[in-house]
């Protein structure tokens, strides 16, 4: 454990991670923006036609899973009814390639055809993304990656820093549960 008699100032520290993350951020709303929206329309088609909707998130990417999964759940902007999705976010995985394969074993085991994953992805590597695309595919679902590229529908900027891009994925998760609430019953009154 760090411990120093001088007093450090954090100020400059966390002045730098907020504006980086917010310049990234604003920077990819034009290159995000269709994809996102395509997401917003598949997942609730999946909710409204009676599919089902994942939230997957392994590693890193657990908090971005989770928080999605608990705002549809709860509802973020008003009361509301709960809107189902299950949440395959794994908070004791030993490595993330653990995970993957607990994740794939999820998939086969209650994905239906029409159903959705959204996979956030950030700190995924190709060969966890082509695993969690064989489960999907199998089972003739839609899939979505959040953070990352991946076959299908993917929500991501060209950012290479691991911190920038799972620190979006929380930015997303939000986002898309708000949109998705206000695609499913309409937009909010003042």
């Known amino acids: 454990m760090y411990h120093s008699d001088h007093t450090v100032d954090f100020y400059p520290l966390i002045s730098e991670f907020?504006?980086?993350?917010?310049?990234?951020?604003?920077?990819?709303?034009?290159?995000?923006?269709?994809?996102?929206s395509e997401a917003v329309v598949s997942a609730s088609g999946a909710i409204l036609n009676d599919r089902k909707l994942f939230s997957v998130g392994l590693g890193a990417d657990c908090a971005s899973a989770s928080a999605f999964a608990s705002l549809l759940h709860r509802g973020l902007l008003r009361e509301r009814?709960?809107?189902?999705?299950i949440e395959l976010a794994e908070h004791h995985i030993e490595s993330v390639e653990t995970g993957t394969v607990w994740a794939s074993q999820q998939i086969q085991a209650l994905g239906q055809a029409g159903d959705v994953a959204i996979v956030f992805a950030a700190s995924l590597s190709e060969q966890d993304i082509s695993q969690l695309?064989?489960?999907?595919?199998?089972?003739?679902?839609?899939?979505?990656w959040m953070g990352n590229l991946g076959p299908g529908l993917c929500v991501s900027t060209n950012e290479d820093n691991l911190e920038?891009?799972?620190?979006?994925?929380?930015?997303?998760?939000?986002?898309?549960?708000?949109?998705?609430?206000?695609?499913?019953?309409?937009?909010?009154?003042?």
């Open 133 to 144: 695309h064989h489960a999907v595919e199998q089972r003739q679902m839609q899939l979505i």
């Open 164 to 190: 920038t891009r799972v620190t979006l994925n929380q930015i997303l998760a939000v986002c898309l549960a708000r949109l998705i609430d206000i695609n499913t019953f309409g937009p909010m009154e003042n």
């Open 18 to 36: 907020f504006q980086r993350h917010l310049n990234t951020a604003s920077m990819a709303v034009d290159g995000i923006a269709d994809s996102l």
């Open 81 to 85: 009814p709960s809107l189902p999705v």
